[in-house]
């Protein structure tokens, strides 16, 4: 069979598309390749953190993404790095820094192509969090004090603070309008 977005010959059993990583519609019965649609990502901010209380074990980075339909929270994997860089002081978590990035590089290269557009829905596994957007103005609120600028989601039982820097947090601020 042939992938529907980049016509190149792909297994019949894919999940995607071994050269533009284009989803397989499981459903489609003519086994045609899904594709993300170009303007799916309206917003897209990385590089969140979760708030800390007492924490001794790296916490999650998240990215933002809004669609027309939802915001999803997704959570970046952690790795030990960032642990084992704590007990080695500076140089530990500089270096702890840049394997967590290269991590979260990788794992968003499932889902964003170099040119940071959509390629793939593989953001849903990971996303803890999806909110619809009829539903977002009353699930956010965003807080800031001296040195920190916090975005709070709350929706249903679920309640994540993240934490960004000055410009994307006002980036996002700017963008859901509050």
């Not at 297994?11 to 899904?34: M, P, Q, Y």
């Not at 991590?103 to 803890?128: C, F």
Request: proline share 2%; aromatic share 10%.
């Amino acid at each position: 069979m042939k992938c529907a977005n980049c016509k190149t010959e792909i297994e019949s059993d894919a999940k995607f598309c071994h050269i533009c990583r284009s989803k397989v519609d499981s459903s489609n019965t003519t086994g045609k390749v899904s594709v993300i649609e170009k303007n799916e990502a309206l917003f897209y901010s990385q590089n969140w953190e979760r708030t800390r209380i007492m924490t001794f074990s790296q916490l999650p980075r998240f990215d933002i993404l809004i669609t027309e339909q939802f915001l999803y929270l997704i959570a970046l994997p952690t790795s030990l790095a960032h642990d084992v860089g704590g007990i080695f002081g500076i140089v530990g978590s500089v270096v702890a820094s840049f394997a967590e990035k290269k991590a979260g590089n990788k794992t968003r290269s499932s889902w964003l192509d170099s040119n940071q557009q959509l390629t793939s829905r593989e953001y849903e596994k990971i996303s803890p969090l999806k909110i619809p957007i009829e539903n977002l103005k009353d699930s956010l609120l965003f807080k800031k004090s001296f040195r920190q600028r916090m975005a709070i989601f709350t929706y249903g039982d679920q309640k994540i603070t993240l934490q960004g820097n000055k410009n994307e947090y006002e980036r996002f601020k700017t963008y859901v309008g509050k």
